[in-house]
């Protein structure tokens, strides 16, 4: 491979795994696509939310079931994601690093407002890069209104 084909390939891998994170974020906010949260990661992947309180999932059908209980008592969620930074890229892993600034509130009125930062592990998959690990927490310490809106999920 030559050094312009190198150049290219990591261009095109580092597009790709921001990619994937933005395809995470849109899906959430879209309130009901939890199939396209669940594409995003691999089927053994990790969503570990321990750095905001809440709970380490690990696999398709408990990413599933904590998205479809978000979904329920949610009534919007935005997210704006900055600071996308890609680590490290080999042939069949990656890993990623940035920060989030999320607002939601639930159906009863809960609100609440979050800067978080984000670690991710990828894997290189037939069908493209996956998350295996999506790590968040946060970075500007919050009181108890995630576990209020989120916290039975």
Known sequence: MSDMEKRLKKIEDRLALEDV?????????T????EGIIDCFTEDGVFDLTGLGLSRLQGHDAIRAFFTGVFKD?????????????????????????YVIGKAEG????????????NIEYRRTAQG????????????PFG?????????H
Do not use: P
């Open 107 to 118: 159906k009863a009125g809960e609100q609440v407002l979050v800067y978080c930062y984000y």
């Open 144 to 152: 108890d209104q995630i576990d209020d809106l989120h916290g039975d």
């Open 21 to 29: 994170l933005q395809n995470y974020y849109v899906a959430v906010d």
């Open 74 to 98: 949610t009534a919007h969620h935005s997210h704006h994601v900055t600071n996308f930074r890609v680590k490290s890229v080999g042939e069949h892993d990656a890993t990623a690093r940035g």
């Open 129 to 140: 890069w996956k998350m295996t690990l999506f790590d968040e927490g946060a970075l500007i």
């Open 31 to 34: 309130m009901h696509d939890v």
